[in-house]
């Protein structure tokens, strides 16, 4: 099957009551170990791509290559998108003409204007090319500089303007942040979320750094319009925590327990079961 737009999968997602997650990958085991688990639970997937994990393997068009070969050649039957994940102005530009699906101009850190501004060219570009975008409003928290943000509140009237210019799914903070959540964080703030939802007419919404949120709360904002959970920092702390496991238990030193096929396999396993385990949580197994 080949790479879709995430559009139909989110706009599917917010009428039947689940959200879609975007599991953010790393290399060819991670992207492997993601597609082999939702194939087998039949729930469509957003594959995320950082402009650092893209350089990381290579470039854009290496990760593109790579997730349609192997989309191909593993006969993955159910929805894929394949997303920028927080794009910058030239690295959206740079990710469409790659082939990735799907993408994502983050402009947040601009004067809101000038955000407006530069998504409306990317909305243009991605549109022309069949992908879907999504546009962010106000900065996600999460750690900068050592100093741990409890998570911005979205601007609604913000959030009202950039829906009205036609992206296919919005970020929002609205109390959420990246990584690890520390034991003080005050939790989603409902209030801005349903505020946001009334405002964007039915738009699909994204909550980032869905690490860590509790279940409860999680369902509760997919009720009230999340229809994209982003997952990264959970399933890096599973594959780390299983390999640690293997070498600590001396599994490399066996044979050949050395051979990174061998080495890395618990890490894969983790990565598998965290998968199923969110997309129970979201409710989008059978939904392919």
């Not at 990584?179 to 209030?191: D, I, Q, R, T, V």
């Not at 080495?263 to 199923?276: F, H, R, S, Y």
């Amino acid at each position: 099957m080949a790479l879709v737009s995430a559009k139909d999968m989110l706009v599917k997602a917010k009428t039947e009551g689940y959200a879609v997650a975007q599991f953010n990958i790393n290399n060819l085991e991670w992207t492997k170990a993601v597609l082999e688990a939702c194939e087998e639970a039949k729930s469509p997937v957003i594959l995320g791509v950082s402009e650092g994990a893209a350089k990381y393997m290579t470039g854009f068009k290496t990760v593109a290559d790579m997730v349609k070969a192997m989309v191909e050649s593993l006969n993955i039957t159910i929805p894929v998108a394949l997303h920028l994940d927080h794009g910058s102005y030239q690295g959206t530009q740079d990710a469409i003409k790659a082939g990735f699906s799907s993408v994502m101009f983050d402009g947040s850190h601009y004067p809101f204007e000038e955000n407006v501004a530069k998504s409306k060219e990317m909305i243009e570009l991605a549109h022309s090319k069949g992908l879907s975008i999504e546009c962010e409003v106000g900065s996600i928290g999460g750690e900068e500089d050592g100093v741990i943000g409890s998570g911005e509140l979205a601007d609604p009237r913000e959030c009202q303007a950039m829906a009205n210019l036609g992206i296919d799914f919005l970020a929002a903070g609205i109390g959420n942040i990246h990584g690890k959540y520390p034991e003080n964080w005050a939790g989603l703030s409902f209030e801005t979320l349903e505020e946001i939802s009334k405002v964007t007419n039915g738009l699909p919404l994204v909550l980032h750094g869905g690490t860590g949120i509790p279940a409860e709360q999680i369902k509760k904002a997919i009720s009230l319009g999340v229809s994209k959970i982003n997952v990264n920092t959970e399933l890096q702390l599973v594959f780390a925590e299983a390999t640690r496991k293997y070498i600590e238990d001396g599994k490399d030193l066996e044979g050949k327990g050395f051979d990174p096929r061998k080495l890395l396999a618990p890490g894969v396993a983790a990565i598998k079961a965290m998968v199923n385990e969110k997309i129970d949580i979201f409710g989008s197994r059978n939904k392919a």
